[in-house]
C-alpha cells in the first residue's frame, strides 16, 4: 500500500501547506552575495571566470528555489503525506498513515506569529524516524488545525483505531 501512494503525485489529495516566503530569504541572501560580490569580483580578472560564476550562480540559486517551491504537505483518505524534490534521485513522499498518526502540532513564536510562518511536526504513534517535520511553512498554524479535525473525524466515525 505504500507503494502505491509513493508514486502518486501531490495532486492527488488535499494540499495543505507550501513553503512560507521566509523559507526563500537564505536563498535571496546567498543570492546577493554571488551576484553582487562574486560576480563583479570575477570580472576583474577575467570574463571567462565572471562567466563561470555566473552560470554556477544561476544553477544555485534556481535549483534552491525549485526545490522549496516542490515542498507540498497534503493529505488524502490514507495519511498524511509530504511531497518534495525536483530531481529523479531526490524526488518522493514521505507520509504518515491515519492510523499510525499520533498528532500534529506546530511552534509558536513571535516572529512565527509576525511572519505567518510555523515550524510543524506530524508525529507518529510508534517512531519518532517516521515523523514528518518542516519549517517556515505558510498557513502551517491553519494546516495543524485541519489535520487534528481530520484525525479526531476519523477517530469518531471509527474508521482507524
Known amino acids: ?13 488535499t494540499l495543505l501547506c ?15 552575495l554571488l ?13 571567462l571566470a565572471a562567466a563561470g560564476v555566473m552560470l554556477f550562480a544561476v ?6 528555489i525549485l526545490v522549496i517551491r516542490s515542498v507540498q504537505l497534503y493529505y488524502d483518505d490514507l495519511g498524511v503525506w509530504l511531497y518534495s524534490g525536483i530531481l529523479p534521485w ?24 509576525l511572519f505567518r510562518s510555523y515550524s510543524i511536526r506530524i508525529g507518529h504513534r510508534y517512531t519518532k524516524g517516521s515523523e514528518i517535520m ?12 485541519k489535520l487534528n479535525a481530520q484525525h479526531q473525524a476519523l477517530i469518531r466515525a471509527h474508521a482507524i483505531n
Open 1 to 13: 500500500m505504500e507503494e502505491d501512494n509513493a508514486s502518486r503525485p501531490a495532486g492527488h489529495g
Open 18 to 32: 507550501v513553503k512560507s516566503w521566509t523559507a526563500y530569504l537564505n536563498t535571496l541572501l546567498l543570492a546577493l
Open 35 to 47: 551576484f553582487g560580490f562574486a560576480l563583479p569580483f570575477a570580472f576583474r580578472y577575467s570574463e
Open 59 to 64: 544553477l544555485v540559486v534556481g535549483y534552491r
Open 90 to 113: 531526490s524526488k518522493g513522499v514521505q507520509g504518515v498513515k491515519w492510523r499510525d498518526m499520533d498528532e500534529a502540532t506546530y511552534v509558536a513564536s513571535f516572529f512565527s506569529w
Open 134 to 145: 518542516l519549517t517556515r511553512m505558510a498557513r502551517g498554524k491553519d494546516a495543524v488545525a
